[in-house]
């Protein structure tokens, strides 16, 4: 279960194949054990008809990897590599769901896509689009009025990679910046110079500039609409150079046509190639480029080796690099959480058998784990959902198949644990509505990079999670033990770990056994049978 520790490159004894089907650079095409195909801008047709040859295939935002094109892969695809940014010409959940790795390369572009921004922002003050269209119309005018940043305040929403560097062009420019970005903590705005926003509302009316550099998800998807640019101060520009989306486009052309806005420029559009007659094409004040937010040769050199480098690096094992749909763990995070990870998955595996078909699902993590436990929940639902799905679920797509499923996931963190340094706890809900709701409930905690089973219920347990286990309940009387463990000795069934628990002295009782071997439905039975056991069930961990 425990995700495998990134080692030096071995070379595949069989070669694995590449295929480059967008306009790149990619470098180097020799690599050991692997064969690249290099051929920009392949029809989509010739694309379909060769995928099923290949292992990866690394593309730009030119072709579209849908639902028809993953199909026509076939079982050899392992990856998909997206050289840039984005990731939306992808179709990310379904990709996940067929456990495909979707990897980027999104540090290549930051510097081009940051300078882009900012030519816009300075062609909008000053009026290049307007000018340049006059004067080539013979119209020498001399009357319009600029504006300078110096000394005016730029707001950045999306306060990333991208962002932070537009905020660091910025202030050069001596302009005052403040950005609106709830996922970044308060030490990077501080360690930038930033004022933060706490609200997109806040933000807008203390702006004379507004630029975004957020990915296209639901909740970015039309942030900036029609009531938002009315927040904005009068003869306020505005810049997207980020994702075609994020800022509505029929919202943008109307702030231009009333005034409001003084200027803006967009590098993206919702769809691109865009149409003759888009709006965006007669709206005044408007500077335009086409999506050229990477196109630096500095820019292109280092994204088309940095995707096949991190592709191939993917196909080895390795996903520290550049995973959209996975968790990307470093080789320092996977030695901190190896053992959780393994924990996780037993911990899943344990209650898909004792309570399958469960609508909710809740982790809680007591005490100080070593590293972000967040992975850990990627494994509980591996080990959840393991033979529960047509698809074999694995770190990649197990949170889509979870959510194909309609299993709630929800995550709580305890400062304290009582027992342990640090214990995981999950709980499992089934029914409700006409149907009894049914709860089951797991535990366990990592000594050195060993997993402990702690909790089954309101038991406390401690055992090592291994081979099969037999959990059998009754009242706290004597024999019981011995009862069973007899019987396991008639059927030359070994005990391999014992533990005990109870609520109260006399009251009800749980043991868990480990067992070398596991037991048929008969000789399950046979226990249940036992005038000393009120319930018994066994699991595989």
Known sequence: MTAPLPTAPAVPTTPLRVLICDEMNPGNLVHDGFELDYEGNMPREEILRRLPEYDALITRSRTKVDRELIDAAGPRLKVIGRGGVGVDNIDLDYASLRGLLVLNAPESNNVSAAELAIMHLMAAARGLTRSDSKTRQGVWDRKFLGLELKDRTLGIVGLGRIGSIVADRAQGLRLNVVAFDPYVPDSKFER????????????????????????????????????????????SIVVNAARGG???????????????????????????PPTADHIFLSAPNLGITAHLGANTREAQERVGAEIVARVLAALQGDVSKGAVNAPALDAKTLELLGGHLDLGGKLGRILAQLLPGAHDI????????????????TAVLVGYLSGSTDELPNMINARALAKERGLNVAIREVADSPDYQTEVIVKVLSG??????????????????????????????????QGFILIASNQDKPGAVAKLSNLLGTWGVNIAGMALGRAQKGGEALFTLTLDDG???????????????????????
Do not use: N
């Open 192 to 235: 930038l110079g930033v004022k933060r926003a706490a609200t997109l509302d806040e933000l807008l009316p203390q702006v004379d500039f507004l630029t975004v550099h957020t990915p296209l998800t639901d909740e970015t998807t039309g942030m900036i609409g029609a009531r938002e640019l009315a927040l904005m101060p009068p003869d």
């Open 519 to 541: 037991l048929t439905q008969e000789q399950l039975q046979a226990i249940r049978d036992l005038d000393v056991i009120d319930s018994a069930y066994i699991v595989r961990v």
């Open 246 to 272: 994020i800022i509505e486009e029929q919202a943008l052309v109307d702030a231009l046509h009333s005034g409001h806005l003084f200027g803006a420029g967009v590098d993206v559009f919702v769809d691109e």
């Open 432 to 465: 409700g509505g006409e149907e009894k709701e049914r709860t089951r409930t797991v535990g366990g905690t990592v000594f050195g990079r060993s997993p402990r089973l702690t909790r089954l219920r309101d038991y406390r347990v401690e055992l090592e999670p």
């Open 362 to 377: 809740e982790v809680t993590f007591q005490g100080e784990f070593p590293a972000d436990p967040a992975p850990v929940v």
